[in-house]
């Protein structure tokens, strides 16, 4: 008798996502997820589905305006889900029913986190939880104050908190106020809070983990670590000065925003369909380059363009690829390049179906929106509400493979046996 093939980790985690996106479809659609006289499409019902179990945040309605309080707590709960990741919540539920992680249970959930199988499960598992929990409550908290004294009743000031520092944490981008945060765009409680909320989602539980030790262990920072917070560090700086100069009519607080919502949270305080040329182009690149590994956001990861760029200049210069006094190994700068060429590949050939789909929009507009859709981002040039049937579907597929994608495509690979014949080296002339 045959022993049963198990699925590889990282497509037990694209089946899981897929699951999880019709449960959420499916009750979306329920007369109870829907305000009166609404009628939401089957279509836009497994968009916004996609989009919040991928922590993505672009939306073909207004959900403020179409989803009543029970479809927005669906959506709250398919965004927890999705930034924790599917493979967190199977495990919970494992545990609660049968209390034993086999080895399979164990590699999907370090699958779900990008780590390697050096990493201990538990200790990121508890770490992820207890982060994303508290994170919420301290936002929530703060929210709250910065809500309150506007006209909502307390339990409306309470929910309007809980489910923004839910989205914000996440990386998720859904608001509640129909223009995002512009209405918000002189709070710099609500403000500077989203951003935190942000940029502590997408800097990944690795790296926490790594902290704790740090802090109970004595243990040194590892060179991920230290590569994501410079990185991160370097790009929200940069991207505050640009912004602050290229856009018009902005300040300090707005210009930090826009350069950390940019990065995968999908929040905007400044009108997008009015940014400049410059301003669109920096926002795509932004987008493009997100968060980083093991967090809840999207992108090709800092990691990887930190690696990829790094890795170029040591070629130019004859040397090894260093950074922080280590050596990158060879395989994370191929990881790091296939990624980037293969997202590059995947936006051109998007953005040039978007382009017969709806040809109504300009190239740069639809460039915006599959960048977007596939780094999980959620901002939008107003393309979203009015593309057409096939381009929702294109912008579903990259939100979902933005999401699971690539973590199922190298996790397939790294874990099959190689029996290729080694062949003679040759060299080939390039350039």
Not at 35 to 62: M, Q, R, Y
Not at 235 to 261: C, E, H, M, R
Request: proline share 2%; net charge positive.
């Amino acid at each position: 008798m045959r022993a049963k093939r198990r699925l590889q980790p990282g497509l037990q985690l694209a089946l899981g996502f897929l699951g999880v996106i019709t449960i959420g479809t499916l009750l979306l659609l329920l007369p109870i997820s829907q305000n009166e006289g609404e009628n939401l499409k089957a279509i836009d019902a497994l968009f916004i589905s996609t989009s919040a179990v991928c922590v993505t945040g672009l939306t073909p309605v207004d959900i403020s305006v179409t989803l009543s309080p029970f479809g927005t707590t669906v959506m709250m709960l398919l965004i927890q889900i999705g930034g924790l990741g599917y493979a967190v919540i199977a495990v919970i539920i494992i545990r609660l029913t049968s209390g034993k992680l086999d080895l399979s249970s164990r590699n999907l959930l370090r699958d779900s986190f990008g780590a390697d199988h050096r990493v201990r499960v538990w200790k990121l598992f508890f770490t992820a939880i207890a982060v994303t929990f508290t994170a919420e409550l301290i936002g929530a908290i703060l929210l709250f104050i910065g809500f309150s004294g506007h006209g909502y009743s307390l339990g409306r000031t309470i929910y309007l908190a809980l489910f923004h520092s839910v989205s914000a944490f996440n990386n998720a981008g859904f608001d509640l106020f129909s223009t995002s945060l512009m209405s918000w765009n002189d709070s710099a409680l609500v403000l500077v809070t989203i951003a935190l909320l942000i940029v502590s989602g997408g800097l990944g539980f690795l790296l926490y983990t790594d902290l704790i030790a740090l802090v109970t262990k004595r243990k040194k920072v590892s060179l991920h670590t230290k590569i994501v917070l410079s990185t991160t560090l370097l790009l929200i700086v940069t991207g505050t000065v640009l912004f602050y100069f290229i856009l018009p009519d902005i300040d300090l607080k707005n210009a930090f925003f826009q350069s950390v919502t940019t990065r995968t949270a999908g929040y905007f305080s400044y009108d997008q369909t009015t940014l400049p040329p410059a301003g669109v182009i920096l926002t795509i690149v932004l987008m493009f380059i997100g968060a980083s590994p093991g967090s809840t956001g999207g992108g090709v990861k800092t990691t990887s363009i930190f690696t990829a760029l790094k890795a170029t200049f040591s070629l130019l210069l004859g040397r090894k690829t260093t950074a922080f006094r280590r050596e990158i190994s060879n395989e994370s700068v191929m990881k790091a390049f296939f990624v980037i060429i293969i997202s590059v590949l995947l936006l051109a050939v998007a953005t040039l179906i978007l382009s017969m789909t709806d040809p109504e929009f300009t190239s740069d507009k639809l460039l915006y929106e599959a960048v977007s859709a596939y780094a999980t981002v959620g901002l939008t040039m107003g393309v979203t509400p009015y593309i057409s049937f096939a381009g929702k579907i294109v912008l579903i597929i990259l939100m979902f493979l933005g999401r699971v994608g690539f973590m199922t495509i190298i996790s397939a690979f790294a874990s099959r046996k190689s029996s290729q014949v080694n062949l003679i080296e040759e060299k080939i002339i390039i350039g």
